[in-house]
Nanobody, 120 residues
Framework: QVQLVESGGGLVQAGGSLRLSCAAS????????MGWFRQAPGKEREFVAA????????DYADSVKGRFTISRDNAKNTLYLQMNSLKPGDTAVYFC?????????????WGQGTQVTVSS
């Protein structure tokens, strides 16, 4: 059974930082590209960042480029998202996803999400 479990969300002031984690089980983690997506209230889920299974390729949405960093530890089957200089517009539920293909439209498997709230 595939499980992706996000953690690390919370409430932070604008300008602050958070580090999200996504622990994967039930898949051969090192064979999957991974990504982060987010969904704000009343909006569609949107792409945030993706990383290839080797971590040699990374992709970011323009809205987070330069502020967010995606990384992975294949030995720990864990994906990370370091979020700096957070803005109220970053408030959303953040989901991690796994896919055989490194692409923005990934989504073979999804986590349940973790809430990130940025106060002004």
């Amino acid at each position: 059974q595939v499980q992706l479990v996000e953690s690390g969300g919370g409430l932070v002031q604008a300008g602050g930082s958070l580090r999200l984690s996504c622990a994967a089980s039930g898949i051969s983690f090192r064979e999957y590209a991974m990504g982060w997506f987010r969904q704000a209230p009343g909006k569609e889920r949107e792409f945030v960042a993706a990383i290839s299974w080797t971590a040699l390729s990374k992709d970011y949405a323009d809205s987070v480029k330069g502020r967010f960093t995606i990384s992975r530890d294949n030995a720990k089957n864990t994906l990370y998202l370091q979020m700096n200089s957070l803005k109220p517009g970053d408030t959303a539920v953040y989901f991690c996803a796994a896919d055989r293909i490194f692409r923005r439209g990934m989504g073979d498997y999804w986590g349940q999400g973790t809430q990130v709230t940025v106060s002004s």
